[in-house]
């Protein structure tokens, strides 16, 4: 054989075995794991608009969140919602999580919903993000209710994130919270608002920070109300409040152009 041939053979056989040795030379996401990449857009998974508290315990074995409302609102029996769409498996666990679901997301995620008081899905059933799945409780090991939520990626508890944005983990409530946009989607019910200089509130508070101002008669879109706050105005009181779509924030239903304090058609935040 050629020397030529014999070297150009030598260095074949070497590169093909240094491939067996060292594998595929992989991307930097994907030595990783490539978490970041593979997550779904995880919602919180509680209904739009609510604000909500959290807090994580040192001694969980994986990097859970705890969520209380913080709005005014009960907790208990409040509308647990899917975080993201998938596919739902109920459990139980009477020492520990209770009542509780597991959904799959696909790509290796997967979130627990532990201490529900009741399912809403069935076990197996498909669901959507932002579709009731259960309501919130206390069952299992549980000292009051809330919701104990995890995000786990390959069985391995990440840190959680929502609207791809990473949550603190504070040691108690009312550190920080977290206003739901989950189940926001739709046009909502188209109104029109009355008055000038009308102000839109990041929350149903009159102590809310203000996100702009409705300098007169508006058409907005409400994708749904709740109670908040009593506001006096031009003989009129009303404690119910408006989430209002293309503002993202919420204005008192007095200033929306319908006789009825609670507005017909529009769902509960």
């Known amino acids: 054989m050629p020397l030529r041939r014999l070297w150009t053979a030598a260095v074949t056989t070497l590169l093909a075995l240094a491939g067996l040795l060292l594998g595929p030379v992989l991307s930097a996401g994907a030595a990783t794991g490539g978490t970041t990449l ?76 532990f201490h529900l008081s009741a399912f809403s899905v069935a076990d197996g059933a498909h669901v959507e993000q932002g579709q009731q799945i259960g309501t919130t409780g ?23 994130r929502i609207n791809g944005a990473a949550l603190a983990y504070p040691g108690s409530y009312n550190q920080y919270f977290l206003t739901s946009d989950n189940g926001c989607g739709g046009a909502g019910t188209p109104f029109m608002t009355w008055g000038s200089g009308v102000r839109v509130r990041s929350d149903a508070h009159l102590s809310s920070p203000v996100v702009t101002t409705l300098a007169g008669p508006t058409s907005v879109r409400v994708l749904c109300q709740k109670q908040g706050d009593t506001v006096n105005a031009e ?35």
């Open 38 to 113: 593979a997550a779904p857009d995880f919602k919180a998974p509680y209904p739009c608009g609510q604000k909500w508290t959290y807090s994580h315990h040192s001694g969980e074995v994986r990097r859970a969140l705890d969520f209380v409302r913080a709005d005014g609102g009960t907790t208990n029996g409040t509308p647990v919602l899917a975080s993201a769409t998938g596919t739902a498996y109920r459990h139980y666990e009477a020492n520990g999580a209770g009542n509780y679901l597991s959904v799959e997301h696909g790509g290796g995620w997967r979130t627990y919903y």
């Open 138 to 160: 206390s069952t299992g090991n549980s000292t009051g209710p809330h919701i104990h939520y995890e995000q786990l990626y390959n069985g391995v508890g990440q840190d959680i």
């Open 235 to 269: 003989g009129y009181t009303n404690n119910w409040w408006s989430k209002l779509r293309d503002q993202n924030g919420f204005i008192s239903n007095i200033y929306i152009d319908n006789p009825a304090a609670q507005l017909p058609g529009v769902p509960l935040c």
